[in-house]
């Protein structure tokens, strides 16, 4: 058995690594220093370029591109109509503005619990915390996985809510063979450098609903149109008139970060093949380990895997998972942890939440970790990434 480094072995690697990376080549580099010496840096050509780019990858009618993914989840609830009073379902298990969109507009996070082999939301937890005030269901594509649209899709027609899917970690992701982004009422995706494809920072809202758009468009750009149709004072002055016409909000992107990512989009079918390749060498090497268990795939998903992660059987190993965690940082893996349940912080507690609301949720997080999983690895870092997790494994089992 090999002696672990964090005991005076020697690591896996020399240099460490981490859970995600970027990937940036000279075609980005090229294609933002076009826009820099171009006439527009912002509010020109190459965001709606991008646009139109998102809804030819995703089959959605209209796309609006927004600065992060945060404000795009904020903007497909003021467009879904949500206010005070309403209550909005979404899962545990995932990063916090899933759940905090719906207090920006003043209504109330609700969250169901989660299949505990795929890690998505349970769809029949969803119907159970449906009440008269469940205005909407944010369900989020963990990992890259799309959720039960069809089941979801069902449940939100039945008792007429808005299906908003959370689409964060899943661009590229198709379901029944369509790709994520046409098949909610509205689908968001986030586009920092960890994610998938990447501009810098960036979002981005997709329907197929014209009114739905048209209320996205006002969202992120202060509530002002120029557009005359909207407007409500007559007669107008002429081309530099403008009106708010509701309260919104400045969530612009701008044309360097558009013309980064229609560069990276470009790839994204490359990136795709290069995640499946890594999952498909982890999933070989990891399925028949003692001590740890792997997440389940649904069949109609055909996933771009945005994290990979191992659950560690604890009753099976000697250690901790912050012992684990640790060991592999030694090693020089930089793993991660996505993510602790939504609900369990202060600021939810405050509001009344309380420890044991979605107990697969919270039995899910005790033993999860995310190990590295990006398309700029190399054979020779996933191999090692492996090695790692295998000796710490082994050095830890019972």
């Not at 029949?124 to 269901?137: D, F, G, L, R």
């Not at 027609?157 to 590229?172: N, P, Q, T, V, W």
Request: proline residues 4%; aromatic residues 8%.
């Amino acid at each position: 058995m090999e002696e672990l480094a964090i005991k005076g072995g020697k690591p896996v690697r020399d240099k460490k690594i981490f859970y995600g990376r970027q990937w940036i080549d000279e075609q980005d580099v090229e294609a933002v220093v076009a826009t820099l010496r171009s006439d527009y840096l912002t509010c020109g050509p190459k965001v709606k370029e991008l646009e139109e780019k998102l809804c030819e990858i995703t089959g959605a009618k209209y796309a609006v591109a927004v600065s992060n993914g945060t404000a795009a989840l904020h903007c497909a609830c003021i467009a879904a109509g949500i206010g005070p009073g309403d209550e909005v379902i979404t899962t545990p298990i995932t990063f916090a503005a899933s759940a905090n969109c719906a207090l920006y507009v003043g209504a109330t996070p609700v969250f169901a619990d989660i299949n505990p082999e795929t890690y998505n939301i349970d769809p029949a937890s969803i119907e159970a915390k449906i009440t008269e005030k469940t205005k909407a269901v944010v369900a989020v594509d963990f990992t890259g996985q799309a959720v039960e649209i069809e089941r979801i899709r069902a449940i939100c027609k039945k008792h007429h809510l808005i299906f908003i899917e959370d689409a964060a970690h899943s661009i590229g992701t198709t379901y029944k063979g369509q790709a994520v982004g046409s098949l909610a009422d509205l689908t968001t995706f986030s586009f920092h450098p960890v994610k998938t494809v990447t501009a810098g920072e960036g979002g981005a809202i997709l329907t197929n609903d014209e009114k739905l758009y048209q209320k996205l468009v006002l969202a992120h750009t202060h509530g002002i149109t120029h557009d005359e149709d909207l407007m409500e004072e007559a007669p107008h002055e002429g081309p530099w008139y403008y009106e708010q016409v509701e309260l919104g909000y400045n969530y612009r992107i701008t044309d360097i970060q558009a013309s980064l990512l229609l560069s990276q989009l470009e790839k994204l079918s490359t990136f795709k093949a290069r995640r499946q390749e890594i999952v498909g060498r982890y999933e070989a090497t990891f399925a028949d380990v003692e001590g740890l268990i792997l997440q389940k795939e649904i069949s109609e998903s055909d996933t771009c895997r945005h994290l990979y992660i191992i659950q560690l059987d604890l009753s099976k190993l000697t250690c901790s998972r912050r012992e684990f965690f640790d060991a592999m940082a030694a090693e020089n893996v930089q793993c991660q942890i996505h993510y602790v349940p939504v609900y369990w912080f202060p600021h939810y507690k405050r509001l009344g939440h309380r420890i044991g609301e979605c107990p697969h949720a919270e039995a899910l997080y005790q033993g999860i970790m995310s190990i590295p999983l990006y398309p700029a690895m190399t054979d020779q870092d996933v191999e090692d990434v492996i090695h790692a997790v295998k000796k710490c494994v082994e050095y830890y089992q019972k």
